[in-house]
């Protein structure tokens, strides 16, 4: 054969090892992608029992936690020694501890299994900043710390968000900065950076002037169970789960978080989130109506707080000075300064003594021009608790200088709301409650009976119904996870087997981790939901919502008819 013969045949081979090598090939790829599909499909099972797990161990945990906060709740009413009532408050504040661990836990695994969502819901910024605040303030009591806040002027009030979870992220970085912060300043700055005509990016910033952080430890203090010291778990505590959650819902909300921070100097976390800006809310009024021209001195030890209180009242269009030296406050007023009103900071004022407010007292008296502003040789006194909100400080200070038109009234003070023990008698409504929780059932039965009401209980879905065909009720606290027939189901059959006039109104009472989404409940025909644990305050808040709705739903149907 000629080797021109051979080519060919040379080729002929060639090509059949080739093609031999291609279906070998494509037979290993589709292995492979069988092998990929199975590794999906059994990540996506272990996904799935784990949502469910996680859902059936946060109602086994926060059940048990109902009862251990509620009934020491009821047993802070009842009478007890100094030692007791002690004990009790211990045991409260670690339940209280121990759920937020579990909040903690079952918001790292929602946010790591993308079960976590976020709400687009309208609520007030400032609010939002001034309650987290508020929580705060006792653990800072026995400390030399200051709380502050900064909210820029052209930061929206009213937005739309999810304003539960910026709570949750700023709750958390001001419990680290009160932790790490023996003596100093806590400050939250609140910025918005405009992203189109309706849209906003906040930037809020928690600094702290507390131990700080090494520049080592930084790159990594985001991880999971991460502490900045080995040292710093014992000493301080905490499980280092807190930082990545917060990242992680600052991520949900498009927004991010990162650090600042020098070891023994301080931190600055930051965080932002988008939110979109309510275009309806009305251009706020000036809130320093009758305080423009208006002379004020500010004593205040803090610098930081001190310049926050100057650049509001300036704002008011007030004429301020302001000093942290007790002597030089005298002096401002010595020297025939005329001022309509005095902010004095208690510290400054224990600084000589606790003469400085009597000093005060005395230079007002004595100056003929103030006595005339005052109308009274005793200047009028209003307390503002720290932290300062805005609100408080412009209506103390208008009552202060119009103390002389509206004499010497005190505004009544509001006393903390407790357990309302007419309230039966004012809603006047019927509740039957469905839990399988023998615990729980004790609890409710005796905050209910502290408020007035005569409720009856069950312990599943199927009682529920069949009280419910024996006699009507108006509102129905109803478990989630309940055997024989769960919460979910029960409202479903409700909605089907009773016409309008005649359903109740539906709470859930639900621990559950990943299914308890509004959407859920709602769906299935809940009216509302109360989430476990829970206390007397929320008990009285739902029952109190529900017979607003209620009434409502009476009025309809009597004009409709």
């Known amino acids: 054969m000629s080797p021109s013969e051979s080519k060919p045949a040379e080729t002929q081979t060639q090509t059949a090892r080739d093609l031999l090598r291609l279906r ?15 590794a999906v499909e059994r990540a996506n099972a272990v996904v799935a029992g784990k949502g469910e797990f996680l859902a059936h161990m946060s109602h086994e945990l926060r059940s048990p936690m109902t009862a251990v906060i509620g009934m020491s709740e009821l047993l802070m009413e009842t009478t007890l020694s100094g030692e007791q009532r002690d004990m009790v408050s211990t045991v409260r504040r670690s339940a209280g501890a121990l759920v937020t661990l579990v909040n903690d836990i079952l918001d790292y695994s929602k946010i790591e299994s993308g079960k976590m969502q976020v709400e687009h819901r309208r609520f ?7 309650e987290c ?9 026995d400390k030399s710390v200051e709380l502050l806040y900064d909210m820029g002027p052209e930061t929206p009030e009213i937005v739309m968000g999810d304003g539960n979870r910026v709570r949750q992220i700023l709750v958390n970085l001001l419990s680290n900065a009160v932790k790490f912060t023996a003596d100093g300043e806590v400050v939250i700055s609140i910025n918005a950076d405009c992203l189109d005509e309706s849209h906003s990016q906040i930037h809020i910033g928690v600094r702290d002037s507390g131990i700080g952080i090494p520049q080592d430890k930084l790159p990594a203090l985001f991880g999971d169970y991460v502490q900045a010291e080995a040292s710093t778990a014992r000493q301080y505590g905490g499980t280092g789960l807190g930082l990545s959650i917060s990242r992680g819902l600052a991520e949900l909300m498009k927004g991010g978080m990162w650090v600042e921070s020098e070891s023994g100097i301080g931190s600055t976390f930051h965080f932002t989130f988008a939110c ?9 009024t000036n809130e320093g109506a009758g305080l423009e021209g208006r002379r004020l001195l500010v004593v205040e030890a803090n610098e930081t707080s001190r310049g926050l209180l100057v650049r509001q009242a300036r704002a008011w269009g007030m004429d301020v000075v302001a000093t942290g030296d007790p002597a030089t406050a005298i002096s ?9 009103v005095v902010v004095l900071d208690r510290r400054v004022r224990d600084m000589d003594g606790g003469n400085l407010g009597g000093n005060l007292q005395k230079t007002l008296a004595g100056s003929a021009n103030l006595s005339a502003q005052s109308g009274a040789a005793t200047a009028p006194v209003t307390y503002v608790s720290r932290p300062i909100k805005p609100k408080r400080l412009q209506s103390a200070l208008s009552s202060a ?9 005190q505004k009544a003070v509001v006393a ?12 006047n409504i019927s509740i039957l409650l469905a839990d399988d929780e023998p615990m729980i059932q004790k609890v409710a039965r005796k905050f209910l009976s502290k408020m007035g009401f005569e409720a009856e209980i069950v312990s599943n879905g199927q009682e529920l119904l069949d009280a419910l065909h024996r006699k009507s009720f108006d509102v129905v606290l109803v478990d989630f996870n309940m055997p ?6 029960a409202a479903s059959r409700i909605r089907e087997e009773f016409t309008a006039e005649t359903v109740p109104y539906l709470v859930a009472m639900t621990g559950v981790a990943l299914d308890d989404d509004d959407g859920v409940c709602f769906a299935n025909g809940i009216d509302d939901v109360l989430p476990k644990p829970w206390g007397a305050s929320e008990l009285q808040k739902t029952l109190e919502d529900a017979a607003s709705i209620i009434q409502w739903r009476r009025d309809r149907m009597l004009v409709a008819s």
Do not use: H
């Open 332 to 340: 401002q007023i010595g020297d025939d300064s005329r001022f309509d």
């Open 401 to 409: 200088i119009n103390w002389k038109t509206n004499g010497n009234q």
């Open 133 to 141: 605040l508020d929580l705060m303030a006792p653990n800072v009591r």
């Open 24 to 38: 070998e090939e494509l037979a290993a790829a589709k292995t492979r992608e069988a092998e990929l599909v199975a």
């Open 416 to 427: 903390p709301k407790r357990v309302d023990r007419r309230l039966g008698e004012k809603l």
């Open 124 to 130: 007030n910024l400032r609010e939002c900043i001034e």
């Open 276 to 284: 979109e800006v309510c275009s309806d809310v009305a251009a706020p």
């Open 484 to 489: 024989v027939m769960g919460g979910l189901e």
